[in-house]
């Protein structure tokens, strides 16, 4: 019994890594990757994070201490699997979810999982650089397989969000595709109706770059009896690799659960 225990603990932390352990932060931070993205990014967050903030960021199959897993091809399988990780870490502390591109579909639906399964919900939902899932405006996502190594190369640079020189370096690009390309499947066979009435109750936060081409995220408020709010931030697609704009988010999501978590009393 010890030893199925420990495995999925070990297991759990597989799923979600936290650099920084805070025992006495408040809330709970998770959040998940864009398209062929690691956990390392926002794991790092805890560091410069406000103390009153643990970060878990989530770990895909098929990466990292994950290498050795099959990719997942369905987005429920993924959010299933998230909530079995998280259940453990969310009963004793307020919890938000934030994700980037494909990683804010998946925060989306592993809150409508939790609320669904076991009538939990983040204390608020952050999504950046994402149509709302039942936009009309959502572009086609392209058969992988039948791009060439170039039209590759550009959607890791501007969906994966991954510099230049790396894209140019042939050993990293060979690592890179089949992971974009497993989440780019993910991304063309998920399909989400218009809802007919409002899926979550708490609060919505988008965050925009400037300059994407990401449309119409003003559809979230259609998820949501809550309010929903959008903030552009100068940039493209990966606008939150700017400093700047990195430390604007994070204090504006601390910010946020401290204010709705004086709400909840």
């Avoid at 709970?28 to 970060?55: M, Y």
């Avoid at 453990?88 to 669904?116: C, N, V, W």
Wanted: aromatic share 12%; net charge negative.
């Amino acid at each position: 019994m010890e030893t199925a225990n420990y495995d999925k603990r070990t297991r759990n932390e597989n799923i979600l890594n936290c650099l920084y352990r805070k025992p006495n932060a408040v809330f709970r931070l998770i959040c998940f990757p864009w398209a062929g993205g690691g956990s390392a990014h926002f794991a790092k967050w805890g560091q410069t994070i406000n103390d009153s903030l643990e970060v878990h960021a989530v770990r895909l199959a098929g990466r990292e201490t994950r290498l050795h897993e099959p990719f997942a091809s369905d987005i429920y399988q993924i959010a299933d699997e998230i909530v079995s990780a998280l259940l453990p870490i969310i009963q004793d502390k307020a919890f938000a979810f934030f994700g980037h591109s494909l990683g804010s579909y998946i925060a989306f639906l592993t809150a409508l999982r939790l609320k669904e399964k076991h009538k939990m919900e983040p204390l608020h939902l952050f999504v950046s650089s994402a149509y709302a899932p039942h936009s009309k405006s959502r572009p086609q996502v392209p058969e992988i397989n039948k791009l060439s190594e170039e039209q590759i190369r550009y959607f890791l640079k501007n969906f994966g969000g991954t510099p230049k020189h790396l894209i140019d370096d042939k050993d990293f690009l060979n690592q890179c595709i089949p992971i974009l390309k497993a989440d780019v499947i993910v991304l063309k066979n998920f399909v989400f109706d218009t809802p007919s009435e409002a899926l979550l109750s708490r609060d919505i936060t988008c965050f925009i770059g400037s300059e994407d081409t990401v449309t119409d995220i003003e559809g979230w408020e259609d998820i949501t009896s809550g309010k929903t709010d959008v903030h552009t931030l100068p940039g493209d697609h990966f606008y939150l690799f700017e400093p700047n704009n990195e430390k604007f988010i994070k204090n504006y999501i601390t910010r946020c659960l401290e204010l709705s978590s004086l709400d909840c009393f």
